[in-house]
């Protein structure tokens, strides 16, 4: 009697921890685990995506694969070095600011990509925190005659530890991307600065174009933005070392 007993009271618990399974899996869809999934996907896609950007003395590489050292080798090279500063050609100059400034609104659309990505990982990872808690429940008042229950779910388990890793390693990646970027943005915004200041400076001086005019009177003009302009890329150039 009482091992019939005890045989429908094992048959109604596994009833029990059967109907609570279902009710995991129905949470799993009425969360849309999977469109987070999606948007995390979309966020890291856009992280890589962005206009070409190519520099007006440089039409090989792309702005985006110069570290932070070539960027201000390319400024002080191009535009505030002292030999080089009379010979700025105006169209080019406004070229790069255009490449410039469309490489930091790229950075800062990355940025606000990892930024979702992070929200979307908070979301996901307490929709698994807890389908966790109902599986480990599960496992602990399972009996040993209810194996295969204890199979699905361990299998269950493996399977969202893997999505868990699949998912959260381009998150760390991004992440630590982001960091580099904005590192990358503060050269970036340095040399949007000195550009704007070169290009003010050629635009208040009649016939720009021809720079043998008042060639004297452009560089006197310029000589405290030139100065601080090369004074504030050695400092970088120091710290980037």
């Known amino acids: 009697m009482k091992e019939r007993e005890s045989i429908k009271n094992n048959t109604v618990e596994k009833a029990n921890y059967n109907e609570k399974y279902k009710k995991i899996i129905n949470f799993i869809i009425n969360c849309r685990i999977f469109i987070f999934l999606t948007k995390i996907l979309t966020a890291i896609n856009e992280l890589n995506t962005g206009v070409p950007c190519k520099l007006a003395h440089d039409k090989v590489k792309d702005l985006k694969y110069y570290d932070t050292d070539e960027i201000l080798e390319y400024v ?9 500063f009379k010979n700025i050609n105006k169209e080019k100059l406004v070229e790069d600011l ?17 930024d979702r990505i992070t929200g979307f990982l908070s979301i996901l990872a307490t929709s698994v925190s807890i389908i966790l808690a109902y599986l480990l429940a599960a496992l602990e008042h399972s009996t040993g005659q209810d194996s295969g229950f204890i ?7 493996i399977l969202i530890i893997i999505l868990i890793v699949l998912f959260y390693s381009p998150v760390v990646v991004s992440i630590f991307l982001r960091n580099s970027k904005h590192n990358k943005l503060k050269v970036i915004n340095h040399a949007i600065y000195i550009l704007e200041a070169i290009k003010e400076d050629i635009v208040e001086v009649p016939e720009t174009r021809n720079f043998d005019v008042n060639v004297d009177y452009l560089i006197d003009k310029k000589s405290e933005t030139r100065d601080y302009a090369i004074k504030v890329t050695e400092i970088l150039d120091n710290k980037s070392k």
């Open 76 to 84: 002080t090279v191009n535009y505030t070095d002292s030999k080089n």
């Open 98 to 114: 255009i490449s410039f400034k469309t490489y930091k609104v790229d950075i800062e659309v990355s940025s606000q990509s990892v």
């Open 151 to 157: 199979v699905r779910n361990i299998i269950f388990l």
